[in-house]
T-cell receptor, first 111, second 114 residues
Framework: GIQVEQSPPDLILQEGANSTLRCNFS?????LQWFHQNPWGQLINLFY???GTKQNGRLSATTVATERYSLLYISSSQTTDSGVYFC?????????????FGTGTLLAVQP | GAGVSQSPRYKVAKRGQDVALRCDPI?????LFWYQQALGQGPEFLTY????????KSGLPSDRFFAERPEGSVSTLKIQRTQQEDSAVYLC????????????FGPGTRLTVL
């Protein structure tokens, strides 16, 4: 099955700093999503981005499908950005389109 | 509009009890997924429905796990004779179309088996 790797596993930032999170996947996909899991466990959709570049406020994402990676950029980080960021991919030839999740990046933004 | 809802949000069961977890997907969403998230890990796929048909149950860990979606809307995940290793957060997600579409997640049910 598809393998999904995220880096770094942990990240500590000072408020206002910028960061880049990376997601590598091992096969072609037709779905790629970035999520933020808040302290209450809710998975919040950030981007649906199987290819290309999108921006939403301080967040942006780029997926290069041919090279099998995606990047999530967080600019001017805030304490409310803390939590776990997951990349998840789907497709890769399967009929289910189930999502395969990476192990996540744990982000802590300090004031 | 309303998102995916799940109930109960928390469930404590004694080992050996049966539990039933409910998922209400976004209205009109064809696809419905169940995932299991153990502490400190990413969610893992359990089963998938397209309308009322269960098309993939490859992720169900044992025959004690059973899911249904009889009318193509609300789904129930049932776990029989719960074991301590079943303790996890159970997440439900739905998407509008069949393939390649964005999935939206509910808040999850945290199951603790004593």
């Amino acid at each position: 099955g598809i393998q999904v790797e995220q880096s770094p596993p942990d990240l500590i930032l000072q408020e206002g700093a910028n960061s880049t999170l990376r997601c590598n996947f091992s096969d072609s996909v037709n779905n790629l999503q970035w999520f933020h899991q808040n302290p209450w466990g809710q998975l919040i959709n950030l981007f649906y981005i199987p290819s290309g570049t999108k921006q939403n406020g301080r967040l942006s994402a780029t997926t290069v499908a041919t090279e099998r990676y995606s990047l999530l950029y967080i600019s001017s980080s805030q304490t409310t950005d803390s939590g776990v960021y997951f990349c998840a991919v789907g497709g890769g030839g399967g009929a289910t389109n189930k999502l395969i999740f990476g192990t996540g990046t744990l982000l802590a933004v300090q004031p | 509009g309303a998102g995916v809802s799940q109930s109960p949000r928390y469930k404590v069961a004694k080992r050996g009890q049966d539990v039933a977890l409910r998922c209400d997907p976004i209205s009109g969403h064809v696809s419905l997924f169940w995932y299991q998230q153990a502490l400190g890990q990413g969610p893992e796929f359990l089963t998938y429905f397209q309308n009322e048909a269960q098309l993939d149950k490859s992720g169900l860990p044992s025959d004690r796990f059973f899911a249904e979606r009889p009318e193509g809307s609300v789904s129930t995940l049932k776990i029989q004779r719960t074991q301590q290793e079943d303790s996890a957060v159970y997440l439900c997600a739905s998407s509008l179309v069949i393939s390649g579409n964005e999935q939206f997640f509910g808040p999850g049910t945290r199951l603790t088996v004593l």
